[in-house]
């Protein structure tokens, strides 16, 4: 398998190469002018069209099945090379998958030990430093009163008398309720997660040996082992440089937060780094949080702004010029694209779906890009 993969790295190389790129794009336009001069049969529009349907309705009351499966998938994607290396200095991959694998959950134990004092430290004083943001933006909360009066009796004298309408309380349960109806499903996602992770990782290749054999044909076989190899190639160098690049950026920002006086630098460059797995909406999530701790923490409201313009000042520089070096070109995705994926995973999953919308662009696009057919998409997609 490994050997059949190495004789397929031209190929691999040739999705970053410019020439071939061209010729990819040639070939969609030539296949979109194609399907426009074809006739559309409305009929295989509707079928195709409730099937479209029929499957995102599947995905979105199977999530809790299926999103430990693609995050299974992804973090193999990570660890993998670890599981060659150690296979390479004579661990066995049964063994070096368990190590991995219980290193991950030591690691994602002690972080969230670590840092549930200072997160429940900013839960029991929300209530009063709520109270407190109030008392610092009453002056703009009056002007905003005020327009809002005078919005209301232009209203009144445009509007006839109506009958008075009765009010309706919605009562929803509280957390503590929520949280223990999802505790049993949270428990069966992360089992499932970890069991499938482990798999992944110690039978590493088995999956694709069996899929290579049930292919009829030596050029079918050969598209199995490029699409493979290309999947896993850029996944992990993608996922790689982007657990790189955020881990640097939030000890970047805090430690900058830190020097400047703000409580728990080391929860905010988490937060920070955690945060920026999702493109654009984290960033901006981000500042909206660092903006209200920073509030809170200080009695000067220009000082307090600080904090949320250096991170606002990192962020640009890491999107602006750090990512674009490592990624290159073949893992540029369309902005456009990336806004609209994280709107519709977020939609389907929640914010998990936020997480996994990103790596899951750039494998679909890999896999238009050796099918015929689907090279159209490939290149809208990028």
């Not at 029929?54 to 499966?69: D, K």
């Amino acid at each position: 398998m490994e050997l059949a993969a190495a004789k397929l790295q031209s190929k691999d190389d040739a999705i970053d190469d410019p020439g071939e790129s061209t010729n990819i794009t040639l070939r969609a336009r030539a296949r979109i002018a194609a399907l426009l001069q074809k006739p559309f049969a409305v009929r295989s529009i509707s079928l195709t069209g409730l099937f479209i349907l029929a499957l995102f309705y599947t995905m979105y009351f199977m999530r809790s099945i299926l999103l430990p499966i693609v995050l299974a998938l992804l973090l193999s994607y990570l660890l993998r090379p670890i599981v060659r290396m150690l296979a390479r200095v004579k661990i066995p991959k049964l063994l070096g998958a368990a190590l991995i694998l219980i290193v991950l959950i030591i690691s994602i134990g002690s972080g969230v030990s670590a840092l549930a004092v200072p997160m429940a430290g900013w839960l029991e004083k929300a209530p009063a430093g709520l109270q407190e943001l109030e008392q610092k933006f009453t002056p703009m909360k009056k002007s905003m009163t005020k327009v809002a009066a005078a919005s209301g009796e232009i209203e009144k004298l445009a509007t006839p008398d109506s009958p008075t309408k009765t009010a309706v309380e919605v009562k929803r349960h509280p957390i503590t309720e929520i949280l223990y109806m999802r505790t049993p499903e949270f428990i069966a996602s992360a089992l499932l997660f970890s069991i499938l992770l482990y798999f992944l990782l110690a039978y590493d290749g088995v999956f694709s040996a069996k899929l290579l054999k049930l292919m009829p044909t030596l050029s079918d076989k050969k598209r199995v082992i490029s699409i493979a190899h290309d999947i896993e190639s850029h996944i992990s160098r993608y996922l790689l440089t982007v657990t790189v690049i955020n881990a640097c950026l939030g000890l970047a920002v805090g430690t900058t937060v830190g020097l400047l006086g703000l409580p728990n630098p080391v929860m905010w460059g988490v937060v920070v780094a955690v945060l920026n797995f999702v493109p654009y909406l984290g960033a901006l999530t981000g500042i909206i949080c660092m903006t209200v701790g920073a509030i809170l923490s200080f009695n000067s409201l220009s000082y307090a702004l600080i904090f949320p313009g250096v991170y606002l000042l990192f962020s640009i520089l890491e999107g602006n010029f750090v990512t674009p070096w490592p990624m290159g070109r073949s893992l540029t995705l369309n902005p456009v694209i990336i806004l609209l994926s994280l709107t519709f995973w977020g939609w389907m999953w929640g914010i998990p779906g936020v997480i996994v919308a990103v790596p899951v662009l750039p494998t679909f696009k890999i896999f238009c890009a050796h099918i015929k057919p689907m090279e159209p998409l490939a290149e809208f997609l990028s």
